[in-house]
């Protein structure tokens, strides 16, 4: 995944609670083998709606996502979080998210911005006055700020999380920085073991 310092861009004011992962990537879109793609289908079913907040022109180009309460509950899927950053989101804004969304977001760099309702609030209300508004969100310092309402939180972020997405360290990327020990552990295994090793 792409190292993830600072998100700086508008924002979408997403004003629903208890978004759940089918109503972000509905099921049908989840025949696809890649993870590209997706961002067609994100809010598919709402999008039909041309009032959708997403199909409105002042938001085009937002990076950051606003939502209410209980953002990303329900099923496991991982294709909520391809949709949300195929779509062009890097960060989301929410004062709780469903736990394994939270999950998956830190492990593909999405960065899940928790604050508090009345925080949250603020900044709901000031995008939808001035769509134009830049936020900042600071990986590193585990801060949001919009300095043209003078706001600026800081949000949980533990230090394993921060240091994958500042180094941009999928599951993958974690594992292969231990090649060498992986490398020698499989020189030294024993031959009688079962290997999945093709023969020679």
């Not at 310092?5 to 099921?27: C, F, N």
């Not at 039909?48 to 199909?55: H, Y």
């Not at 830049?134 to 300095?147: C, G, K, M, N, Q």
């Amino acid at each position: 995944m792409d190292a993830v310092r600072i998100v700086t861009g508008t924002a979408v004011p997403l004003e629903r609670s208890d978004v759940d992962t089918d109503q972000i990537i509905p099921s049908e879109w989840l025949k696809r083998v890649e993870r590209t793609g997706f961002g067609a289908g994100l809010f598919a079913e709402w999008r039909d709606d041309r009032n959708f907040v997403l199909n409105k022109p002042e938001h085009a180009g937002a990076t950051i996502l606003i939502a209410g309460p209980n953002f990303g509950t329900g099923s496991s899927r991982e294709h909520a979080v391809w949709a949300l950053l195929d779509y062009g989101f890097r960060a989301v804004i929410s004062p709780r998210f469903g736990d394994i969304f939270r999950n998956n977001c830190t492990k593909a760099g999405l960065v899940p911005v928790q604050l508090t309702q009345g925080e949250v609030d603020t900044l709901m209300t000031a995008v939808r006055e001035d769509p134009a508004l830049e936020l900042t969100v600071d990986v590193e310092r585990a801060t949001i700020s919009a300095p043209g309402v003078g706001f600026e939180a800081s949000f949980p972020l533990d230090e394993f999380t921060r240091h994958r997405l500042v180094e941009g360290l999928d599951d993958i990327a974690l594992t292969e920085r231990h090649d060498g020990e992986v490398a020698d552990f499989e020189r030294r295994r024993p031959s009688w073991l079962p290997s999945l090793a093709a023969p020679l």
